[in-house]
């Protein structure tokens, strides 16, 4: 198996990029476990796709989708703010720390994962790429790590 490869996301994706957040065990681990509407979704999307400031790419292992990771800033300088979701069978094999570090290689500045703290998964593998906790961006029911270029 050949690393992820990272390609910018395109309107085409929207449908994946809803289905894999729209599974349940993503919803349970996410900042916001609601469900997500689709009309909602597909508004939400544009607006990644056309934000001067982010980046959203699809992962893709031998030409196969395997999830999806964006990176937003509010505006063009400031610490972004990173965000993955991988399609369950591609789970537990490294290949979320591998897209997190291509992201983060792919992208001009430090970064930010807020993550819940039953979220295990998650904390390991932003830690696995080098990502460390940040208390000062901690908040009640999120913990922060940050990563900043060597």
Known sequence: MSGPDLRAAGPGDRDQVLA?????DVRAASLDPRPIDPAAHARWFAARLA??????WIA???????GVVRIERERGDGDGRISIVLDPAWRGRGVGRAIITAACAADPGAVVAEIRP?????QAAFAAAGFVRWPPRDRAGVLA?????P
């Open 20 to 24: 894999w957040n729209q599974a349940p």
């Open 51 to 56: 934000d001067p400031h982010g980046q959203m």
């Open 60 to 66: 893709e292992v031998e030409g196969v989708g395997v």
């Open 118 to 122: 039953d979220n295990l998964a998650s």
């Open 145 to 149: 790590y940050r990563w900043s270029r």
